[in-house]
Every structure is written in C-alpha cells, then in structure tokens.
C-alpha cells in the first residue's frame, strides 16, 4: 500500500524568508509525486510534479522541490516567501504501475506573515 | 478551454434524499476521480475512472454511485444521503498517471 506522511499540520515564516513544506513517501513501486496547493474555498492547483530524472524540480510559482530516494522525502521549497503564499499544500504519490490512484497527505498549513 | 466543471456549487440535503453530482472535463483526458474532503483533512478517494465505461472503487465508496458513458463527463450519485456525507466533493482529472487537474468543487450539507 502506498501512503504520505506531512508531518507538520502548521508552517510559519516570515516574508522574505525560505520555506520548506515537509512530504514522506512509501511505495512499492517508482515513485510519482506531486505537490498541490489549495487555496481557501478552491480546488487543489497542481504545483510541480517527480517523475524521472533530476532530483530538483522547479514548478509555479517559484516553487520547487527535491526527491530523495534514500530519504524517501520530497520537500516543497521556496527561497524567499511571499505572503500570498499563504494556502494549504498536499503532496501526493502514486507508483507507476497503480493505475489510478493516488494517495494524499493530510495537508500543510503555510502562513507567511509580513 | 473550462477545465474541470462542476455543479452545483452548492447544496443542502435532507436525510434519505439522492441527488447527482455532476462533473465535466474538456481536455479529453481519460482518467477521472472523485474526492471527499472534510473539514480540516485531505482527500479521500470516492471512485474513479481509467476510461469511458471502467470504474473502480476508492477508499471510501460506500453510499455512492458513479457512471462513465463518455470520455467527458464522471457524475457521483448519492443514494439515501446521510449527514455523515456532508463535506466538499470534488472531481478532478489527468492524462494517465500524471498531474490531476481539479473541479471548484461542490459543497453538500446533509441535515
């Protein structure tokens, strides 16, 4: 069974400052993972995806995010946060042989005060 | 292109009533789901859809219904519904296994 862990309910940074939005993984299979952001009373916009290949993804926004097989982790970065940054993020993962499903964490709380 | 649509917005059932979410995508992609979220959670997989006329149940299926006649459009059924079905639904879709792309979403109150 494939499973998502976000550890931390809640992340707060001051603007300007880096981010991190923590993911872990379990699959049985190569990974698919995703980063989605959901702002309030919207649906889930899709941040960046890990596929293949490097490591580091870029996405929208100034995102991007870093698979680490050993770690079984693929954090959310972001160098310096904006305070329309603010939203709820999900990662999610699926192998690539599951043929329809994916797996969502339970979301992260960001908050970026000015 | 629309994307993801959805309707209604929103919705207030009674007790033991049944209605159909209804949902459409227009980049012709062949897979589609459809989600729960419940306040202050994640998404909970209801059904989805590899392609026009397979379905197959997700983690929490009980109480819904789905149909998938064309590649267009994936409508949720609620037979008999209950207040633990209130929550947001929503419908997505994606290329294979790729990024999922989401509807607004529906929000149902079952009282």
């Known amino acids: 069974a494939q499973s998502v862990a976000q550890p931390e309910d809640q992340v707060n940074v001051a603007e300007g400052n880096p981010l991190t939005v923590k993911c872990t993984y379990s699959?049985?299979?190569?990974?698919?993972l995703f980063w989605y952001v959901q702002y309030p009373n919207r649906g889930l916009q899709f941040l960046l995806k890990?596929?293949?290949?490097?490591?580091l993804v870029k996405g929208s926004y100034g995102f991007e995010a870093e698979f680490n097989k050993s770690q079984t982790s693929f954090h959310l970065k972001k160098p310096s946060a904006l305070v329309s940054d603010s939203a709820l993020y999900f990662c999610?993962?699926?192998?690539?042989?599951?043929?329809?499903?994916?797996?969502f964490g339970d979301g992260t709380t960001l908050t970026v005060k000015p | 292109n629309a994307g993801v649509t959805q309707t209604p917005k929103f919705r207030i059932l009674k007790i033991g009533q049944s209605m159909t979410l209804q949902c459409a995508q227009d980049?012709?992609?062949?897979?589609m789901y459809w989600y729960r979220q419940d306040p202050g959670m994640g998404l909970k997989l209801i059904y989805y859809?590899?392609?026009?006329?397979?379905?197959d149940k997700g983690e929490v299926p009980n109480g819904y219904n789905v149909s998938r006649s064309t590649t267009e459009d994936f409508p949720l059924r609620l037979e008999l519904a209950a207040p633990s079905q209130t929550s947001v639904y929503f419908c997505?879709?994606?290329?294979?296994?790729?990024?999922?792309?989401f509807g607004p979403g529906t929000r149902l109150t079952v009282t």
């Open positions: 997505a879709s994606s290329y294979r296994q790729y990024e999922q792309y």
């Open positions: 699959v049985s299979g190569n990974p698919y």
């Open positions: 890990y596929i293949t290949g490097d490591n």
């Open positions: 999610a993962v699926r192998d690539n042989t599951n043929a329809g499903k994916s797996t």
């Open positions: 980049m012709n992609h062949n897979y």
């Open positions: 859809s590899v392609g026009a006329g397979i379905t």
